[in-house]
Nanobody
Framework: QVQLVESGGGLVQPGGSLRLSCAASGSIFSIQRMAWYRQAPGKMRELVADITSGGSTGVSDSVKGRFTISRDNAKNTLYLQMNSLKPEDTAVYYC?????????????WGQGTQVTVSS
């Protein structure tokens, strides 16, 4: 029903910036919430930031003040602006979408994009 394609990952020096993009296609009108997660090697996947269909946003304490989540509805694209990057931000970042059709909720995931912060 929903396809998510991510881009924007790469290698950045500490203190640098990156902007991740997630292009959504399919049953776009059914999406109720979108989010960014990340997972470092040997660690559990954690929520980074999310945004609801109404525009409400939330950011985890570990990235608050540095990361910003936003959405361009006209382009069906989700963004994560990452500033003041630290080595501990190194992880695979995943885009997700929650859809609600009738009484059924479903989660969709992108393929993930690698972000490496190193000097």
């Amino acid at each position: 029903q929903v396809q998510l394609v991510e881009s924007g990952g790469g290698l950045v020096q500490p203190g640098g910036s990156l902007r991740l993009s997630c292009a959504a296609s399919g049953s776009i009108f059914s999406i109720q919430r979108m989010a960014w997660y990340r997972q470092a090697p040997g660690k559990m996947r954690e929520l980074v930031a999310d945004i609801t269909s109404g525009g409400s946003t939330g950011v985890s304490d570990s990235v608050k003040g540095r990361f910003t989540i936003s959405r361009d509805n006209a382009k069906n694209t989700l963004y994560l602006q990452m500033n003041s990057l630290k080595p501990e931000d190194t992880a695979v970042y995943y885009c997700s979408a929650l859809t609600l059709v009738r009484a059924t909720a479903k989660d969709y995931w992108g393929q993930g994009t690698q972000v490496t912060v190193s000097s």
